[in-house]
Nanobody, 117 residues
């Protein structure tokens, strides 16, 4: 089993920055994809960004150029640096991990991000 623990919940003003982190523990595989999804009230969950264990990153159109995903394999942690935050970025952000060897998915409990003046 794998546990994902997120941190970085916050209230940020428009134009501000925030960094989320997600640390995996438990039966961790070296081959994985980790990602951040978000879900705003009344909307479907959407992909924000993903990164593979090899470092290949992918971003949702709405965050390209503003958000950066990175990972530290030694710490089993993935980060989401969010810059130029806008009110439409307000959502619950969820950490996701796909274990390639076991073909299993895991989700964090979610962390709330609010962008408001």
């Amino acid at each position: 089993q794998v546990q994902l623990v997120e941190s970085g919940v916050g209230l940020v003003q428009p134009g501000g920055t925030l960094r989320l982190s997600c640390t995996a523990s438990g039966s961790i595989s070296s081959f994985y994809t980790m990602a951040w999804y978000r879900q705003a009230p009344g909307k479907q969950r959407e992909l924000v960004a993903s990164i593979t264990s090899g470092g290949s990153a992918n971003y949702g159109d709405s965050v390209k150029g503003r958000f950066t995903i990175s990972r530290d394999n030694a710490k089993n942690t993935v980060y989401l640096q969010m810059n130029s935050l806008q009110p439409e970025d307000t959502a619950d952000y969820y950490c996701y991990r796909y274990d390639s060897l076991r073909q299993r998915t895991y989700w964090g409990q979610g962390t709330q991000v609010t962008v408001s003046s």
